[in-house]
């Protein structure tokens, strides 16, 4: 079995910990934080496990395998970096670095020293994102035309990141498993309304030449909504992370412009298609017990991780273009590529 440790026990450590601990393939071997009360807390639940207060006595660890890195997004190069160099396994929470300097180090590291660098772009292993991405790719929506993601909650508000930095990793990791390309340029606006700053409402506008984007993020919203859609020339799905039951539903609806001598003499004849509403059958799985079977099969048998480092180095590239955006008033910023 592949050893693997946690580091960082917040939000999101536990749920790495216990899907490690149920996993058939990965060993819960190391479990780390600077607070004790957590590491208490963990180790009455996998007592099999050891922990500690010191990362580099887990990064000691000849016997590690892989490192799972759950710690503030201004501390991922600097933990990330210290695995590599140990010689371990990566595997990041979303987003992979606090700049692309960094995230781009860490891919180019990874890959000198022949390592696994992962992030934990979620999203993408769950059934319905990955029932989405094969009927996009099976040619039954057409074109993609354009991309509308709405994720709007109360709370949880960051002291460390605004809310586009938490947030929208999630819907830019999907556009780019869809696309496959970073955008041109990018517009961000967006207004903090707290007390320590962080912008807390934004709206990202996205151009990826033929396809644009929009993406609404808010941390003040009263009711929480998760939609994602995709219009395609044929057909267009829409993705609900909220509906438990028909998740992804597929529209065969649209506009019809007719072609030919019609046009020369009256203009563009346009006729609206309302066709039938379909809600494909989901596999039933946890996507981050999904992730991590990924993760190691990256590791053992040398498969190319769906969320690898140049997937995450993408996304943090355009959250520079977005913070550029919004520090000039909403004016459009070109995505490094």
Avoid at 186 to 215: F, I, P, Q, R, W
Wanted: glycine fraction near 8%.
């Amino acid at each position: 079995m592949l050893r693997a440790a946690v580091i960082g026990l917040g939000y999101w450590g536990p749920n790495l910990a216990r899907n490690f601990a149920s996993s058939q393939r990965i060993e819960l071997r190391w479990l780390c934080d600077l607070d004790e009360s957590r590491l208490s807390s963990m180790r009455s639940r996998y007592p099999s496990a050891r922990t500690s207060s010191d990362p580099e006595e887990v990064f000691n660890d000849p016997d590690l395998d892989a490192v799972a890195i759950a710690t503030p997004v201004s501390t991922h190069y600097e933990v990330a970096k210290r695995a590599l160099l140990a010689g371990k396994h990566v595997l990041v929470e979303k987003p992979l670095a606090a700049n692309s300097e960094q995230a781009q180090e860490l891919m180019e590291l990874a890959r000198a020293r022949n390592l696994v660098l992962f992030v934990d772009h979620v999203f993408l292993y769950s059934p319905s994102v990955q029932k989405m991405g094969q009927i996009y790719r099976s040619g039954e929506i057409g074109e993609i035309r354009f991309i509308d993601s709405v994720r709007i909650n109360l709370g949880l508000i960051q002291n460390d990141v605004n809310v586009l930095w938490d947030l929208a990793p999630h819907d830019l990791s999907i556009i780019d498993f869809l696309l496959g390309r970073a955008p041109v340029s990018v517009v961000a606006v967006g207004e903090s309304h707290v007390a320590n700053g962080m912008v807390d409402v934004s709206y990202l506008h996205l151009d990826y030449g033929e396809v644009k984007a929009a993406v609404h993020l808010n941390w003040l919203s009263p009711v929480k909504i998760r939609h994602f859609m995709v219009g395609g020339s044929k057909k267009s799905i829409l993705y609900n992370d909220l509906d438990r039951s028909e998740s992804i539903k597929v529209y065969d609806r649209g506009v019809n412009v007719d072609s030919g001598e019609a046009i020369n003499r009256r203009g563009l004849l346009v006729s609206y298609r309302s066709g039938d509403v379909l809600s494909p059958r989901l596999d039933s799985f946890e996507p981050l017990a999904q992730m991590l079977g990924h993760f190691a099969d990256c590791i053992e048998g040398g498969e190319t991780p769906i969320s690898g480092g140049d997937q995450g180095l993408r996304v943090v590239r355009i959250l520079e273009a977005a913070d550029r955006s919004l520090a000039h008033g909403g004016e459009r910023h070109p995505v490094q590529t």
